[in-house]
């Protein structure tokens, strides 16, 4: 189990996202930008492999994990570069006071933290306004937790705190509601399906009643005219339990795609 804390510019990757990305401790893992025709948009981050974690079958296991400072260098919002007071370049001097120095765009960029560059890594602006989608809160106990969520309970409040157990408790259960009315009309549809097929059977020995009589006329027996119309049947019953059989063959190969498109998005 990996317990180091990661530093700035490291990172730690699931089981399957370090088999996938052929990684182990050691080696190198870059950042992919937003958008690949923002030339001017952030730079990548060239992040240190510090760990692999056990296979815990979560998503976990496709993650990558960084720390929250990592997080925002590869969102733009912290870097780092050479230190301009002591540059001997002065082309890369915009503007120059007693008590600032901006730089231009020609400035150089650290693509990749280390030991020596670590420490130049710096905000512009108020980190308390930089953006955290979400915090797992441990309480210590049960009255914590409860005097906890109580803080988030005003509808003015922007954020919320949920429980992640009656969450996924909550959803269960609405898709199992969605399932038992999926069931019941697969059934009503199923059984008029069926209904029908009898119809159709019916209808088509009714049509064909001259070709039965025919069939006595040359001597055949009940059972070779229940015979020749079983054997319709089971023709017909075969033929639609293959092309079913198809089907459903193709649509599980592509069920996870489908589901990604039609449901997740």
Known sequence: MYKRQTLLGECVLGATAAERLNLKPGNSLVSSPENLF?????????????????????????????????????QGLMHGHQDVTKTTDKTVILKQTDNNVAA???????????????????FHGDPSTYPITAVIAVPYDAKSGTILRGRYLEKEEPLQIVVPEEVIDGLLQNIFRIKNVLDSV?????????????LVFALSLRLRQREIQTIFKLGCRKS???????????IIILGSGVICSLLMFLVNIGANDLVRRLFIR
């Open 104 to 122: 231009n765009a020609k400035l150089f960029h650290y693509a990749e933290i280390n030991e020596e560059n670590r420490d130049e890594f710096h």
């Open 224 to 234: 070779t005219v229940a015979r020749l119309l079983g054997a319709e049947i089971f």
């Open 186 to 198: 697969i059934s009503l549809v199923g059984l008029a399906t069926i209904l029908a097929i009898i």
């Open 38 to 74: 923002d030339l001017a948009g952030v730079y990548p981050l060239k992040m240190k492999v510090t760990g692999v974690l056990e296979k815990s079958h979560t998503p976990d296991d496709l993650a990558v994990f960084v720390d929250l400072k990592t997080a925002w260098i590869i």
